[in-house]
């Protein structure tokens, strides 16, 4: 080995710092900076090679696809800022409400045409929190069942599209941001579809812990209630068409599909009568935020990336996957208990930057069909997503749970839909025509 071991040194370095809670680009550059020094004092590293970073970094922000970050979030930020997203929950639980389950289905529905809307899990999960888990506490519903089903439906936005997951994986694994959508659909729509069944289950051999709600929560019926459809539900669903359906249809790029969809967003709340400056002001503030430290961790883990190849480090851990007993099962294995552990403990945007990198030269020399990778590893990070004692979505859902919700409560809840995303998992595992099958057939 020559100076590998300063790359193995450096990498171990990093996941010590950013555990330490500093903040992921800077821990990207730190390390890189630290150790750039470290290996140009003992010659494996030379400054000259910093000279390719302007080329790197520029090409990453005249990226045209990255370019739909801004526009998915902030359509997501002007539904939930505008009330447009709470009036298709309200809307929903009402149609549905006489079911048992009832609520909890409306949960799983709205979460996946939410999800379908904005790509942003924090604001799904909050959202839908703050709305449906009081109701369903105060008719009865079982605290554990309640915030289980928010949890797991508010991060379907994590793998259906315009999932902000499957933009960036796009840009890391070299793939059109375009298939992954559509790879994404199917297993996207049955793990909601799972979900329902899950809940549609529970309710008839538990009635009690999924009651229907009461008939004062349905007085709304007739004229009344479908014109309240129509408002709520129709120009939500026909938005979410018009933005998928032109990329599905080759007749948009996603860039300006999400450009369409944030001013569709925008025309929604005027007609709603909800359009305010300050509105726009606070989505734009949101959306510069999450543009802002996406586009911060890019620059400064090509920084990074820079100096751990100079030293080795990619040729090293390439060269260990490939050396790996078992071959293309065995790597499959591997990677995705790496995606999980680290999904437990760190956010999606600093898995993408860390793990794709040392993952996809393998990936490529084994011939795997690298949109059918970049779906398993999204699926993967969803389920890491929900996973005690750490996963995100837990920790957004009990920022704004009643107090009667423990976090006990919270994390027992999330199990049985961390099982079944489990299982969904290794079902586009082991078929692989669940992500390929809408991709060769646009292809055709």
């Known amino acids: ?230 408002r709520a539900i129709l120009p939500p669903v026909v938005l979410i068409f018009l933005v998928l359906g032109s990329i599905f249809f080759g007749l948009a790029t996603p860039t300006e599909a999400g450009a369409v969809g944030a001013v569709g967003a925008c025309v929604l709340a005027a007609l709603n009568r909800r359009l305010t400056f300050k509105l726009l002001m606070d989505a734009a503030h949101a959306t510069a935020i999450v543009t802002g430290v996406v586009m911060m961790i890019l620059i400064c883990s090509a920084f990074f990336g820079l100096v751990f190849d100079a030293l080795g480090g990619k040729t090293l851990i390439t060269n260990m996957l490939l050396s790996l007993p078992g071959g293309y099962l065995t790597f499959i294995v591997v990677a995705n208990l790496t995606i999980f552990l680290l999904g437990v403990f760190l956010e999606f945007i600093e898995i993408c930057f860390i793990a794709m990198p040392l993952l996809v030269p393998a990936a490529q020399a084994l011939g795997i069909d690298m949109v059918w990778f970049g779906v398993v590893m999204a699926l993967n990070l969803q389920t890491a997503f929900i996973s005690p004692p750490v996963g995100f979505s837990l920790f957004y859902l009990q920022s704004v749970a009643p107090k009667e919700v423990s976090t006990e409560d919270i994390h027992r809840g999330a199990l049985p839909f961390m099982a079944i995303q489990l299982v969904v998992l290794v079902l586009v595992i082991v078929f692989p025509q669940t992500v390929s099958w809408l991709v060769e057939r646009s292809a055709q």
Do not use: H
């Open 1 to 230: 080995m020559g100076y590998e071991w300063l790359a193995i040194a450096m990498f171990v370095g990093f996941l010590a710092l950013l555990l330490s809670g500093y903040p992921v680009a800077f821990s990207f550059a730190g390390t890189g900076l630290v150790f750039g020094l470290l290996g140009w004092m003992v010659g494996a590293f030379e400054p000259a090679r910093l000279l390719l970073l302007p080329n790197l970094w520029f090409g990453t922000m005249g990226n045209f696809t990255l370019l739909a970050i801004p526009f998915f979030v902030f359509l997501g930020a002007v539904l939930e800022k505008s009330g447009l997203a709470e009036d298709l929950l309200e809307t929903v639980g009402i149609l549905i409400g006489p079911l048992r389950g009832g609520m909890a289905l409306a949960v799983v529905l709205v979460g996946t045409l939410l999800a379908a809307a904005t790509g942003v899990v924090a604001a799904t999960v909050i959202l839908m929190g703050l709305l449906s888990l009081p109701i369903m506490l105060r008719y009865g519903y079982d605290k554990q069942l309640a915030a289980g089903v928010i949890v797991a439906s508010g991060t379907l936005a994590q793998l259906i599209p315009p999932s902000l997951v499957l933009v960036v994986l796009s840009d890391q694994i070299g793939v059109s941001v375009g298939d992954l959508f559509l790879g994404a659909l199917i297993p996207g729509l049955l793990l909601a579809g799972a979900y329902a069944i899950y809940v549609l289950v529970i309710a008839f051999f538990k009635p009690a812990i999924a009651p229907a709600l009461p008939l004062e929560m349905r007085q709304m019926s007739g004229l009344a209630l479908f014109k309240r459809t129509v």
